[in-house]
């Protein structure tokens, strides 16, 4: 079974551009999670999704934002980039919304913003 | 608001030791599922062991344990016979049930040595 996917691996943009990541979850889970590894922060929950809405979010501008499609893949935008959103973008899923789902992760994304 | 600390910033093992990573949390809820994910230099999180809290029973996977201590806040890893491919950097998290997020602590780098 195929776990969770992430692209692209590596992405370098210059302040001010926009980003766009992309994951794809565990065939049969419903929900999308995004967190930000950022040095010095450590791992910050950034978005939750499930059945194609936005369920939850954390203390992040509305700069960043996202979306689920009908096939639970999820898109991760952020806007107005800046320095300090350098970092590992980990996308996780799980089989739905209830909190007793185990989150996976997939391998991540890495951003620089040059 | 939850939190979570490791107080190990470095630990180092022998190969075919034991060791023990420590973790505590604060939180005022009664129901709650806590975690062990581990790094390596892949970046890939991967998960190690699972505990629900309303379970007395402390949760195991193979040479992975865990020492939950409810009253305590308290949920320690231990890795027995620790094998060179357990080197990585290993993160204690905390499921809060009302969002789903995952809050995670600042992790440990484990080393081992042959």
């Known amino acids: 079974e195929a776990g969770v996917t992430q692209s692209p691996t590596h992405l370098i943009k210059t302040r001010g551009q926009q980003a766009t990541l992309r994951c794809s979850p565990i065939?049969?889970?419903?929900?999308v999670y995004w967190y930000q590894q950022a040095l010095g922060l450590g791992l910050q929950f950034l978005l939750w999704?499930?059945?194609?809405?936005?369920?939850n979010r954390g203390n992040f501008p509305p700069r960043f934002s996202g979306r689920q499609f009908p096939n639970y893949s999820s898109e991760l935008n952020v806007n107005a980039l800046e320095l300090e959103d350098s970092a590992l973008y980990l996308c996780?899923?799980?089989?739905?919304?209830?909190?007793?789902?185990?989150?996976?992760f997939g391998p991540g994304t890495r951003l620089t913003v040059l | 608001a939850q939190t979570v600390t490791q107080s190990q910033p470095e630990m180092s093992v022998q190969e075919a030791e034991t060791v023990t990573l420590s973790c505590t949390y604060d939180?005022?809820?009664?129901?709650?599922?806590l975690f062990w994910y581990k790094q390596p230099p892949s970046r890939q999180m991967i998960l190690v062991i699972r505990?629900?809290?309303?379970?007395?029973q402390n949760a195991t996977e193979n040479r992975f344990s865990v020492n939950f201590q409810k009253a305590a806040k308290s949920f320690s890893l231990k890795i027995s016979d620790s094998q060179l491919g357990d080197a990585a950097m290993y993160f204690c998290?905390?499921?809060?049930?009302?969002?789903?997020?995952?809050?995670f602590g600042t992790g440990t780098l484990l080393a081992v040595q042959p």
């Open positions: 999704y499930d059945e194609g809405e936005e369920r």
């Open positions: 505990q629900e809290a309303y379970k007395q």
């Open positions: 996780a899923s799980s089989p739905g919304e209830r909190s007793t789902d185990t989150q996976y």
């Open positions: 939180t005022s809820e009664s129901d709650y599922y």
């Open positions: 998290a905390y499921e809060e049930g009302a969002t789903n997020k995952l809050i």
């Open positions: 065939s049969g889970h419903t929900s």
